[in-house]
């Protein structure tokens, strides 16, 4: 079963009280004890400060793609009047979004908010109620109205429109018994559709022993200065706390005088100001009633577990939550003998007449002085906190619906749509045509008329005209009728008359037209036009408005006057008249004339023809049940006969018949023999084939039974009385190349069973040729939409542009329609600029891996941000060329569409854009997308020094603001480590656990969608590196990679005669222009010392080719991909001895120690020496990736089935080994 859970009731001002608490904690329960049910949970985003913790309550419950969020403009409250249309809006984006999750029951946490804030709840409002299942707390103002319902019309009006929506929910679930028999006597549900499913308390709520440093800073913050009696709930009437401050007035003294009164949780203003007023006409000092205002969970727990007692003398309660979570905590507790509570007390001895002062002054003394009561009522708590669970009301909850659990079979139905596709049949059939002037107008209304006989070439047309023209329009061959109306006189206008009596009987004769034309452009004879029944009626404008109005197209007109030229008058009488026809709206039958491609053959009537092929198993309906269909069509006595159509005989052999004489196989007919046995069927039942386009274009009745793999309303057959029968998948067009590529068990051919196609060939039959109404068994996310539009219509006239836009936003994100997930994968960097650094190669390759073999129902978009917008953008450009199909030009590249289930990968480092983007990441988040980012280093925060100013704090922020999110991929195990290291030391803000996960590079250039080219002095200098030990560096030359070590070394070397070259492949990077300068005019510079910047993918790969060892000689990494390419082409490596260099090349390399040129001096010398041996480490062996392998790498943290290596919270790290 699918139960949608609508958790506003932990959403509004409630989560601060006890419905909010109630709401949380039964929903957790509920997906605790789900089994086999499917649970979602639908938030409102109109209180996006929840939405973070509720997501975070529910991790490892729920999965976050089924934690859903809905979206309309606000303000919604009911006490502002001017919010009534913005609220009917939302009521129906809610319930349009409640019905594209496709529950079997919606189960509302809260049905009575959204008096004084912005939660929207309602059963109905969009049509048919979706099965609802209300919490019911309590029917307090129906039952006993306070003076606020009797003396406020808005909260009357209010409370009885929640009461009508309750009345519509199929099932009450009562959370207590007192609340059930409420519900029972005041409303018309009979007794089994009201469930008492109880209550509980939060397993938070236990006896703790509070820090003795922080109870004592907490009671300096209270006012606390004596042992204190407790009252924690809501201030309204119904509390009754005026009787309990008056109860505490009258204790004795020696009880007063030792206690405090402290009343515990938020309460509004008015209301504190209304206690403490009373608090004082009773005799109360300041110091003996307190208020605490808002207070942390852990706060109340140590004021529950200190209190000396705890009070609660409600006079109507649907449960009473306080109580019990007192008890849970150990507090002695005494309570109203009202409504619930005795339910939830479970002891006579705990409770009071709340009516009465006197007695709950004394059940308050006795609880403070009686040590035997007192023991008795520690105990009762015990027991009563270990009889209420979650869990239990959970099982009640599961329990009561069950009923509204869909069969298999109607839970996996998909919403099958039946819909007549024709399009080319005459849509205008008659047309009358008014020309009431001369004979030369007529002549020039020639070629308006021939364009109009051209575009409804099997219309009839009828034309009015004077009697003098009668003889010329008789003469003309586009006229099924010449009709004469003399108006004007033979010669002139001036005196042109008619009588309305003539004109009525006149119209009378004519009947109805589908079109009707008033040629002239003169407004005289306008006044005819408008008095013809016709559903469209075009002319030019009469500059009569009453006129006007009856005309359904009018085109501008000018009042002829002296010395005047208007548009009109500056073009033909002919070419005024053309406008007249090229104004009609446009048909695809305009113009067509089919011809015949058989000679007119006489129907068999109850003949029907199957197809049931269609070249590719992609497009075709179970070949099986095209078998069962024929058999039920033969067995059917209304059906004379059957022919199943094939391309060969052996396509005809998988079909038995035997004992149906019904049923003709027909297989390897010609063209010309096929259309015409063809042409006597009725009916056709085809797959989207050349065999349903045939039939329908032959005149036979066509069914298509279509899928997914293409639109049906782009093949669906058009011709004839044409219908297609189809799943409306949001996955189609699929294209794809067989049924095996599909992901989704190929619903939407499968899911379409006999018996509905059955059925539509029965009511086809029946129609006899004539058009069929189309209907749709179950609504898709397509008709729900169209449904809500039509619903929105009348409400949204008012709305101006803004508001428009705003109501479109929130549909757009409420209504998804994508089926398929997008993985966006943030490129900013390589579409601004491909810096051709490290990190850009390791995009550019993840990237083009990602875009060849893109996840299981993921489809992989590279996307942008700049600095100076706010969003996310589709790199559709750079996408193009990625997957080879070119630069596509200038082409709008739109903001990303994002919903629940998407998955957002920073995978550029851009620590720039990040903070113009964190609020849209945040909307990303709450709306169930999960982010990611990758961490190539943090060598800006652990080397400073060695960056430009600011680089440490801007690249801090951005470690901050990443870890906000869901989730870290590093570049190493090694990185891995350092960021845990750099949360603990550092703590950033978050909610809930932080995912750490990592991945190695690929080493494969030819898959990193590489550079090519090659200098014209490249031979020289490859045969120069042959010629003698050449030690290569791949890298951007910055102060930490070493380059100044290095020189110095080589130039120690080359001083004491070794034969050696230094190469550096890199451009120039930061804070190193007086090492530049030293490279640049240096003596060895082309002979033994190489500087080769910004060469090519191409050239370096020869550049490894003809040197002799990799000198990584960085002093901090992130990862180390020229080891990785190294040790793919067997290229011995001498490195730095650093932790990440380790993990990469294991003991594949040769490592050193120290800063000084001397050190490194000593260990090329050293190296070469072990070279000339043979001995030196090999790199053959060393564990290296393809970039395809490094990104399923990757995919494994990113995807949500993955592997974590950390979870780092604020408070604590913790660590699972692989």
Known sequence: MRIVIDMQGAQTESRFRGIGRYSLSLALAIARNAGHHEIYLALSGLFPETIGPI????????????????????????????????????????????????????????????????????????????????????????????????????????????????????????????????????????????????????EMFTRVVPDADQLATLKKRLGVTRPFIMYTGGADARKNLPRLIEAFADLPDTSR???????????????????????????????????????SDEELLALFSTCRLFVFPSLHEGFGLPPLE???????????????????????????????????????????????????????????????????????????????????????????????????????????????????????????????????????????????????????????????????????????????????????????????????????????????????????????????????IALPTYQDLPFVETPLNRISISEQMLALVDALPAHPSDYVVLPPLTAPLQQHTRAVALFPYAGGDAKEWPVERFHELARRLAADSTVEHVSVFFASEKEAQRFSFDGLEKVVIQAGLSIPELMQHLAGHQLCVANNSGGAHM??????????VYGGLETAHEWAPVFGNSYVLHNEAACSPCHIPARRDCPHNFFCLDDITVDEVYAR?????????????????????????????????????????????????????????????????????????????????????????????????????????????????????LRSRFMGQGDPGAVQEDPIDFQAGDIFLGLDLNPYGIGVQEAFLDEMSRQGVRIQFVVYDLLCVQMPSYFAPGSEELFGKWLNTISRYDGVVCGSRTVADEFTQWLREHQPQRQGALEVGWFHYGADVQNSHPSSGMPSDAPRILKALRDAPSFLMVGTVEPRKGHAQALAAFEQLWQEGTAVNLVIVGKSGWLVEKLVARLRAHPELGKRLFWLESISDEYLEQVYGACCCLLAASEGEGFGLPLIEAGRKHLPILARDLPVFREVALDHAHYFHGTSGEAL??????????????????????????????????????????????????????????
């Open 257 to 295: 005088q030792h206690h405090q009164l402290l009343f515990v949780g938020r309460m509004p203003q008015s209301e504190v100001s209304a206690l403490r007023a009373h608090a004082q006409r009773v005799g109360l000092r300041a110091d003996e009633l307190l208020f605490s205002d808002y207070i």
């Open 1161 to 1218: 001096a000593e260990a090329v010398t050293h190296w070469l020496t072990l070279y000339r041996q043979g001995a030196q480490p090999k790199s053959e062996g060393m564990p290296t990736l393809t970039w395809q392998a490094s990104v399923q790498q990757l995919l494994g943290s990113v995807l949500p089935t993955r592997q974590v290596i950390a979870a780092v919270t604020r408070m604590e790290v913790s660590a699972e080994t692989e």
């Open 761 to 877: 060939c029965r009511e086809l039959l029946a129609q006899n040729g004539k058009a069929l109404p189309t209907i749709q068994s179950r609504p898709s996310i397509k008709s729900t939409r169209k449904k809500l539009f039509q619903a929105l219509a009348p409400l949204v006239r008012q709305c101006n542009e803004d508001e428009l836009s705003q109501v479109a936003q929130g549909i757009a994100l409420s209504l998804p329609t994508r089926t398929r997930r997008a993985l966006f994968v943030d490129v900013s960097e390589l579409v601004s600029h491909d810096a051709r650094t490290g990190i850009q190669r390791v995009v550019r390759s993840i990237l083009s891996e990602l875009l060849k073999d893109p996840p299981k129902d993921f489809e992989v978009w590279p996307v942008y941000a700049t600095h100076d917008r706010t969003g996310y953008f589709y790199a559709k450009r």
């Open 326 to 552: 007192a008890m849970a905590c150990g507090a002695v507790v005494i309570a109203a003998d009202a409504a619930s509570l005795p339910e939830v007390m479970g002891s006579p001895e705990a409770l009071f007449d709340p009516q009465s002062v006197p007695a709950i002054s004394a059940k308050m003394h006795q609880a403070l002085t009686d040590e035997g009561l007192r023991a008795r009522l520690l105990e009762n708590a015990r027991t009563q906190a270990q009889a209420f669970s979650w869990d239990r009301s959970a099982k009640l909850v599961l329990r009561a619906i069950a009923p509204f659990e869909r069969t298999r079979e109607s839970r996996t139905a998909r919403a099958v749509t039946f819909e007549r596709t024709t399009l080319f049949e005459p849509k205008i059939k008659r047309i009358l045509l008014l020309k009431l002037d001369h004979m030369g107008d007529l002549l020039l209304a020639v070629p308006a008329i021939s364009r109009l006989r051209a575009r409804y070439p099997k219309a009839s047309i009828d034309v009015v005209v004077g009697s003098w023209n009668q003889a010329l329009a008789q003469t003309l061959p586009f006229f099924d009728r010449v009709l004469t109306l003399d108006y004007f006189k033979r010669k002139s206008s001036l005196q042109a008359e008619l009588s309305d009596g003539s004109l009525v009987e006149f119209v009378k004769q004519l009947g109805f037209y589908d079109l009707a034309i008033d040629l002239r452009r003169q407004p005289d004879t306008r006044f005819v036009l408008a008095q013809v029944e016709a559903g469209l009626k075009v002319g030019y404008g009469s500059l009569n408005p009453a006129i006007d109005a009856k005309l359904d």
């Open 55 to 202: 997501r975070q309550a529910f991790r490892g419950l729920v999965p976050q793609e089924r934690i859903r969020v809905w979206q309309a403009p606000g303000p919604m409250r009911w006490v502002d009047p001017q919010n009534e249309s913005r609220r009917a809006v939302a009521e129906r984006v809610r319930e349009a979004f409640l019905e594209t999750l496709d529950p079997d029951i919606v189960l509302v946490t809260s049905l009575f908010e959204g008096l004084g804030d912005d939660a929207v709840i309602s059963i109905g409002a969009l049509g048919e109620p979706l099965p609802t299942a209300v919490i019911l707390y309590d029917l307090i103002p129906l039952i006993n109205p306070d003076e606020q319902y009797r003396t406020n019309p808005v909260y009357r009006g209010y409370y009885a429109d929640r009461i009508e929506n309750l009345k519509r929910a199929r099932h009450l679930l009562a959370i207590s018994e007192s609340a059930r028999q409420e519900a029972l006597g005041a409303l018309p549900f009979s007794p089994e559709k009201v469930t008492n499913v109880s209550g509980a308390c939060d």
């Open 695 to 704: 039939a329908a274009y032959l005149g036979v009745t066509a069914l298509g």
